[in-house]
């Protein structure tokens, strides 16, 4: 997978040369380069931002950048790559987008500031690309950066070879429409506090249904929206009852 990557902060993806992203990128399964938007201004100043139009508080980023920045990454005689804007006014990112994501080609982010990117380049690249404005939850940050670490984390782990145990990714919260029963490790006690008897008994069929039933829980106290969109058929006799 090709990663591209546009901002006015790069230096705020200088944790990507870190962990497993690291280790993708290294190894070629990840081939990633951040852009620095100002490359694409031509005054001395390297101007990005000018005042909203019908006022308002605030800057607005300036297209002109932006339309050169996404012409360089996206030329129009090489296959396009899926643009994806952080914004609040996005739509949710879930770790279906995440699945979905994992198995395109080329991602092209571009990183807003101030009040957001003048809507003409998410138009204008909309006649030549697949554009996604994408938002992490109903919370206000102050760019598009933070947004792109967590999307780009949550993509990377899903690519082949990536995770050393991909075993891990059928287990996990999200990824079986349930949230991640309690985990624990050595010692068996600790402070006093035991580990549940049952992940100690080798009963590797008691252990999964006391994981299910702990998700089962856990999901209805925290999460009782994700219960809706659970597939009955998928819940044994025993949840049923529980
Ligand atoms: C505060 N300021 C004026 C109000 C509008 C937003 C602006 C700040 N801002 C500029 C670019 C930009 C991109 C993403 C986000 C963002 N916030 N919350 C999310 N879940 C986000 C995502 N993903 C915020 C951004």
Same mark, same amino acid.
């Given at each position: ?11 705020? #993806? ?11 990128? *290294? ?31 605030? /800057? ?32 949710? #990112? ?14 092209? #982010? *571009? ?5 957001? %990117? ?7 690249? !909309? ?7 994408? $938002? ?5 940050? #102050? ?22 145990? *991909?075993? $891990? ?13 309690? /985990? ?22 008691? %252990? ?17 929206? /994700? ?6 058929? $998928? ?5 049923? !009852?529980?």
């Amino acid at each position: 997978m090709r990663v591209d990557i546009v901002s006015i902060f790069p230096e705020y #993806f200088a944790p990507l040369d870190l962990s497993l992203i690291g280790r993708a990128r *290294a190894n070629g399964t990840l081939r990633l380069a951040v852009h620095d938007l100002r490359g694409w201004t031509h005054d001395v100043h390297r101007t990005v931002d000018d005042t909203p139009y019908g006022g308002g508080p605030g /800057m607005v980023m300036r297209p002109e950048p932006w339309g050169e920045a996404l012409d360089a990454l996206a030329p129009a005689e090489l296959t396009p790559p899926r643009l994806l804007v952080p914004s609040p006014a996005g739509v949710p #990112f879930t770790q279906a987008m995440a699945h979905e994501l994992a198995a395109e080609p080329h991602l092209l #982010f *571009a990183c807003g500031r101030y009040e957001g %990117i003048d809507q003409r380049v998410l138009d204008h690249a !909309a006649t030549r690309m697949p554009v996604t404005e994408v $938002s992490l939850g109903d919370y206000v940050l #102050f760019g598009g950066e933070v947004a792109v670490l967590v999307i780009l984390e949550a993509v990377t782990r899903l690519l082949p070879g990536v995770l050393g145990n *991909a075993g $891990s990714l059928t287990e996990e919260s999200h990824a079986h429409g349930l949230l991640e029963a309690p /985990m624990y490790t050595k010692p068996a006690t600790w402070r006093g506090l035991p580990v549940p008897e049952v992940l100690r008994s080798g009963d590797h069929g008691r %252990i999964a249904r006391w994981r299910r039933d702990e998700a089962l829980v856990r999901t209805g106290r925290r999460r009782p929206d /994700m219960l809706t969109g659970l597939d009955p058929q $998928s819940l044994d006799k025993r949840d049923v !009852a529980a």
